[in-house]
């Protein structure tokens, strides 16, 4: 139980992944629970970490937008919960159509696989020409330029200052205002219809992730983002929630299935007892679930209490620091020039997902 805490640990702390843990503990005994465990607690306090401190990682990085909105509107534990419920209902979709998942696993690897870059190229486009053309295809390319330059040096960890830079600190520097008391929504009504649109986007969704280790739940995402036409907080964020959580499972059905785990922690599982680790993910997902929603709503009442120039100060410390300890000026360097691109789509109104250029540039050139 103490191992699987570790989770909550690296989902709070930017540069930490499980990735990095695994080979450490890969020798105690029943390492394929206590991985599991530690992925998706990780997954799941990944959302506080990208909501509140603004350094988001791969699976998260679309939250802050509209986290940084809910929070400024006084709602920032809704949004939690929106997040938590779909990392909760990712579980147990990903549990219940689980034989469905091992048997399709296969088919969408060897005959779908290759048409999904097209798809995301296709997407890309479609949103640019839905905004400011010049500067959203402008902020695109650099994006993806600056990508590349990162995802092909020798970084150790090249996508927390591309990241954090473009979607974090850009977000961070952009609040003027101290934060609004937070209502505290011990609970809050949800129309069934978008908690159902939510969770079934995300789930749809994620099935590229379970066959294309380069495809990140951030493309995922916007492929879902597509089905939806009204763009409603509620039913996006229930999206990524899902999305985020099902990841780890698809990743270990992936394993099952077809000898290949999109999470390189799990490379480290010897034998895969699949009820077992079910059971597992199920109890880590409630227990996660509740555990977020408590320490989110000790958190948000402290929030109006923040000086938010401490905080900026703070972050943008801690977040250089980790960057330069990382990867020295390189890792600066990226933080540096994702900062301005982000400051560039807030300056000109366009959308912050155009930033996933710097993913979606490099897959497409991986895969064409």
């Not at 969408?108 to 997407?123: D, Q, R």
């Not at 850009?170 to 939510?198: T, W």
């Not at 034998?271 to 709503?297: D, R």
Request: contains cysteine.
């Amino acid at each position: 139980m103490m191992l699987a805490f570790l989770g909550v640990l690296i989902g709070l702390i930017p540069g930490l992944h499980v990735n990095l843990i695994a080979p450490l503990i890969k020798n105690v005994e029943n390492f394929s629970f206590i991985v599991v465990s530690i992925a998706l607690m990780a997954n799941f306090f990944e959302f506080l970490r990208s909501s509140l401190f603004y350094s988001p990682g791969e699976g998260d990085v679309l939250t802050v937008h509209p986290m940084r909105r809910l929070t400024e509107e006084g709602r920032f534990l809704y949004g939690i919960k929106l997040l938590a419920l779909g990392g909760l209902g990712g579980v147990l979709l990903s549990v219940v159509f689980h034989p469905l998942l091992l048997s399709l696993i296969p088919f969408i690897y060897y005959e779908v696989k290759p048409l999904i870059p097209f798809l995301l190229l296709l997407i890309s486009v479609h949103l640019i020409l839905k905004d400011k053309v010049p500067w959203a295809l402008t902020y695109f390319s650099l994006s993806g330029l600056l990508g590349l330059c990162a995802l092909n040096s020798n970084m150790r960890e090249p996508l927390l200052p591309l990241l954090t830079g473009m979607f974090g600190i850009s977000s961070l520097l952009s609040v003027k205002k101290p934060f609004k008391r937070q209502m505290k929504m011990v609970s809050f009504i949800l129309d069934k219809v978008d908690v159902m649109k939510g969770l079934f986007l995300g789930f749809f969704s994620s099935f590229a992730l379970s066959v294309i280790p380069s495809i990140g739940p951030s493309q995922a995402s916007m492929i879902g983002a597509e089905f939806e036409r009204k763009r409603k907080d509620e039913v996006f964020l229930i999206s990524i929630g899902c999305i985020n959580t099902s990841d780890v499972l698809l990743s270990l059905f992936s394993l099952e299935a077809i000898g290949k785990a999109r999470l390189g922690a799990f490379s480290y599982i010897r034998e895969v007892n699949l009820p077992l680790l079910l059971l597992v993910s199920l109890l880590t997902a409630f227990f996660s679930y509740f555990l977020l929603i408590k320490l989110s709503y000790f958190l948000s009442k402290r929030l109006e209490k923040m000086n938010l120039f401490l905080l900026k100060s703070s972050l943008l410390s801690l977040i250089s620091f980790l960057c330069f300890y990382l990867d020295g000026f390189k890792g600066v360097l990226v933080l540096f020039f994702s900062t301005l691109l982000g400051l560039l789509a807030e300056r000109k109104g366009v959308m912050k997902s155009h930033g996933m250029g710097c993913l979606i540039i490099p897959t497409l050139l991986y895969h064409l």
